[in-house]
């Protein structure tokens, strides 16, 4: 027991004498101004990249400020009445049941359009015919019209229901 008080006396004094080196106020002095330099030099840096965030962020929202609507929705969807909100009253009239069902526009269908995530498509791409020369006529937004009326009718009322 003897031999663990021994111990536990020498730690205490070891402990002591440490503390000692730490408190003199030379190394304090060095210790704080230390930090203080450091902590100036990390809030010069959080700054500089703040206005670097800040300046790419302005200049995306110039970008898109001057993009007019028919640069951002294809001239296909602008008459879909999602898009086209001028006035209820100018609204197409919804699509009858019969309609519907006629295109093959489920609730099944819609449900599991809606379930769609940009992820869908990471996961499942479409294989890339670069090389491939389509006489499909295309659109002023480079947008192949390679669908009948009866598939075109079809996603749009997938799309508006």
Known sequence: ME?????????????????????????????????????????????????????????QADQIKSLSVSEIIPPQLASLSIVNSASASSAPEPPSPSELRKFGVTDDLRDFVKGLTSDTFKHFPVQDAAEEVSDVPTTTSNVRKDLTEWQERHATLVLTT
């Open 3 to 59: 031999d663990l008080w021994k111990r536990a006396k020498t730690f205490a004094e070891e402990a002591a004498k440490k503390s000692q080196t730490l408190t003199t106020s030379a190394k304090i002095t060095d210790l704080v101004s230390e930090t203080a330099k450091r902590s100036r030099e990390f809030a010069a840096e959080a700054s500089k990249k703040a206005d670097e965030i800040k300046t790419a962020a302005l200049k």
